[in-house]
């Protein structure tokens, strides 16, 4: 396609006119976007696991297992989403180099759709990031910039993206603009397909983390668009800036150095964060979350990350409200990545005694918590 008029066309005067169409440029996003569209084509839709328990239990607590994505995390979904904005915004082109500030599981979903587009890409991240997902970011073809301080990752992320006339990717910002909530197969709209089938179709809570906050934000803006009475609850642990800043209390928020649980909690509150879509929040001790790893693994052989047993620990103290108040009803959370990332961190006993984290009164917790969750009851 040429912008420019053909010959002989009659010319209306006093136009200034300007023309930046790079048809070659345009070719290539075209068949870049037909690229990304044929990947998710390839993959079927994630898992809505029911946690196993007797027939007749009272309240359905689910797992949505995002672990099944190509590139193993909840995250695959949002790199998808953040490279079609970047495509369809005009800010990546066939020689674009993509720059992302991460916590791991992003960068390792970027870096594949980088290197499904031919692109390179720059990874900026602490050092204290696990090195299963820094392997994993390099063996997509990405490089990883490794930083001291948390806080400085977003700068250094975007100093790069200028220094080599690329695009930062910009994670923090563009999550929940990036990801359309009103549906088109997004992560809210597939839950509630999924539960359709099923006693309760319309759960009581989902239970999210959040580390962009896109997935809070698409999935409360979701219910109130379908006008539906599900409640969001987000789930933080310590150090994170988003527990204190939805409380009121600029103190904590201001004391916030970022979480040991990967992929979740930040020093800072994210642009995409959207409190007036969250409906509580609740504070899960680390050790806490070790413990639902840990229940999880032990109970019904899933083997996922600390950020899910973050989910879980907030998922079943809000399933036993609902069945004090109203006896029965539903409970949906996720499982964001698998436990193999972690092995040297929150799968590993003497990392765990190193940091002071006793998962075992936890663990004790939720036994007890799904014991009165299935009547005292065997599984089936």
């Known amino acids: 396609m040429d912008a420019t008029p053909p010959a002989g066309t009659p010319l209306l005067t006093g136009l200034r006119d300007v023309v930046r169409c790079d048809t070659s440029a345009r070719q290539w996003v075209s068949w870049a976007v037909g690229r990304l569209d044929a990947d998710a084509h390839r993959s079927a839709d994630t898992h809505l696991l029911r946690l196993p328990a007797p027939a007749g239990a009272p309240v359905g607590v689910y797992l949505r297992d995002e672990s099944t994505h190509p590139t193993g995390s909840l995250k695959h979904r949002l790199a998808r989403s953040l490279v079609l904005y970047g495509l369809c915004n005009g800010d990546i082109g066939p020689r674009t180099t993509l720059v992302d500030a991460s916590s791991g599981s992003t960068a390792i979903s970027e870096a594949y759709f980088a290197r499904l587009l031919g692109l390179p890409f720059v990874a900026v991240m602490t050092r204290t990031t696990s090195p299963g997902k820094i392997a994993l970011i390099e063996r997509e073809g990405g490089r990883c910039e490794l930083v001291d301080d948390a806080s400085a990752v977003y700068a250094t992320a975007q100093r790069l993206a200028e220094e080599c006339g690329g695009h930062y990717l910009d994670q923090f910002t563009n999550a929940e603009r990036a990801t359309d909530w009103r549906g088109n197969n997004n992560i809210a709209e597939s839950i509630f397909s999924q539960l359709a089938r099923e006693e309760r179709p319309v759960p009581d809570w989902i239970v999210v983390g959040a580390g962009t906050g896109g997935t809070s934000a698409t999935i409360g803006r979701y219910v109130r668009y379908r006008g539906l009475p599900t409640q969001v609850a987000v789930v933080d642990p310590e150090g994170s800036a988003f527990l204190p800043s939805y409380a009121g209390d600029p103190a904590g928020t201001a004391a916030a ?14 642009p995409s964060f959207v409190p007036g879509v969250v409906d509580r929040m609740l504070g899960v001790p680390d050790a806490a979350s070790a413990a639902g790893m ?15 047993g973050t989910n879980l620990y907030g998922a079943l103290q809000l399933a036993l409200e609902v069945r ?57």
């Open 294 to 308: 840990r229940f999880l693994a032990e109970r019904f052989g899933m083997q996922a990350g600390p950020s899910t």
């Open 257 to 270: 150095v970022g979480s040991r649980v990967e992929g979740i909690g930040r020093p800072r509150v994210e």
């Open 324 to 380: 004090t108040a109203q006896g029965a009803g539903s409970v949906v959370t996720l499982m964001c990545d698998r436990s193999e990332r972690y092995a040297s961190t929150f799968a590993d006993d003497d990392w765990l005694r190193a940091q002071d984290l006793d998962h075992r009164p936890y663990l004790a917790e939720l036994e007890r918590a799904w014991a009165a969750l299935t009547g005292g009851l065997e599984l089936a």
